[in-house]
């Protein structure tokens, strides 16, 4: 008799709008071991991707479009002091046991959050489970982060509490390419998300405009190989930004310091395109945008082949809404509303017109 494989609960953090996205890289990663858990629509959480998962755990740290991913474990608990008895105690430690197994030296010290978490319960039980893991305190930021909250009551399990334990040292969206800090760099996990969403192929000649520290094109390069990949961006700052994490994810492209209204590329020469443009808050500002996205996109109009994929991030909602309305060159295949820290901006999903 063979032993039934062991079924994680598994949660994903992901940029709230990003949810199917996620879904379908579970899905398309991991397969039959992934089932997907479809809360009621009332229970939805925005940013949240509950699913059960039987397999080795290290195959949830290649997701790419997930912020980070935990281990849940709900307890049949009325208060959070139960969780210090020894069987639920014990089965806390399991699970950390279990997010450490995938990178066993990576961790220097043990983080609880919770609401409270400074309450006696909540200071207990953070230093009980840090004695026995071995692991300092840390008051903020650390490594092994553990979240413990009230569990809501469904159909068919009353509250109780659960606690989740995060599956690696850093958020998954904190790559290690990322040597070199820009300030307005698009996260990452949300640039992969933009990255599939052109529907990328080896055969594209991919171009990431107004690249910055080269986010979108990492990201894209870390899906898989393009004939050609090419960022340019009008800073020589920002490109050196660029070249330094393009080195750290060991990819090869094009960098390129010029400007996204004069590109030097033929006509109809691209196949897919990313661009995470000014939001006029922290680069640029309104004024500036009102005369620049016009042009870029003009350009864009040009280098791209009828056909061609474009996957355009922007807090300047109202004003790409009217660009693209006069400009036909352009259909727009879906809009996703995503938070970023704080914002909600759009993905505009384009596709060119023939
Ligand atoms: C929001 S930042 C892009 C950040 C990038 N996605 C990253 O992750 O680092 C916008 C970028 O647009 C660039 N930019 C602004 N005007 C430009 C232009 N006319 N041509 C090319 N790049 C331009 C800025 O230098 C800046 O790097």
């Known amino acids: 008799m063979t032993a039934k494989p062991v079924v994680h609960l598994c949660e994903a953090d992901v940029a709230e709008g990003l949810e199917e996205i996620v879904r379908q890289e579970l899905r398309a990663k991991l397969g039959a071991r992934v089932t997907l858990r479809r809360l009621p629509a009332d229970q939805e959480q925005a940013g949240i991707v509950q699913f059960t998962y039987s397999g080795d755990v290290r195959a949830l740290l290649g997701l790419k479009t997930a912020q980070a991913v935990y281990l849940v474990r709900r307890f049949a608990v009325p208060r959070p002091k139960a969780l210090l008895g020894d069987a639920h105690f014990r089965a806390v430690l399991s699970m950390i046991a279990l997010a450490r197994s995938a990178q066993p030296d990576a961790y220097q010290s043990l983080y609880l959050s919770a609401a409270?978490?400074?309450?006696?319960?909540?200071?207990?039980l953070k230093r009980e489970l840090a004695q026995r893991v071995n692991l300092p305190v840390a008051e903020a930021e650390g490594d092994?982060?553990?979240?413990?909250?009230?569990?809501?009551?469904?159909s068919r399990e009353a509250g109780g509490w659960e606690v989740l334990v995060r599956l690696s040292p850093r958020p998954l969206a904190t790559r290690a390419w990322r040597v070199c800090n820009f300030e307005g760099a698009l996260n990452a996990a949300v640039a992969h998300a933009?990255?599939?969403?052109?529907?990328?192929?080896?055969?594209?000649?991919?171009?990431?405009?107004?690249?910055?520290?080269?986010?979108?094109?990492?990201?894209?390069?870390?899906?898989g190989p393009a004939r050609l990949a090419m960022g340019c961006d009008i800073s020589a700052a920002a490109l050196n930004c660029a070249r330094q994490n393009l080195t750290a994810s060991g990819f090869t492209a094009e960098l390129w310091q010029c400007d996204a209204r004069a590109l030097p590329l033929a006509s109809g020469s691209v196949d897919a395109l990313c661009a995470d443009?000014?939001?006029g808050h922290l680069v640029g500002s309104h004024a500036q945008n009102v005369a620049l996205y016009p042009r870029i996109l003009d350009e864009a109009t040009r280098v791209a082949r009828p056909g061609a994929r474009f996957a355009l991030i922007t807090h300047e909602v109202r004003l790409t809404e009217s660009l693209?309305?006069?400009?036909?060159?352009?259909?727009?295949?879906?809009?996703l509303r995503v938070e970023l820290g704080g914002l909600y901006p759009r993905i505009f999903v384009l596709r060119r017109a023939a």
């Open 277 to 279: 443009l000014p939001f």
């Open 324 to 335: 693209l309305g006069a400009n036909c060159a352009w259909a727009v295949d879906r809009v």
């Open 194 to 223: 933009m990255a599939l969403l052109t529907q990328p192929s080896a055969q594209d000649v991919f171009l990431n405009l107004a690249c910055g520290s080269g986010s979108l094109l990492i990201e894209r390069l870390a899906w």
């Open 116 to 124: 409270g978490s400074d309450s006696s319960v909540m200071t207990r």
């Open 144 to 154: 092994l982060v553990i979240r413990v909250r009230p569990a809501r009551a469904t």
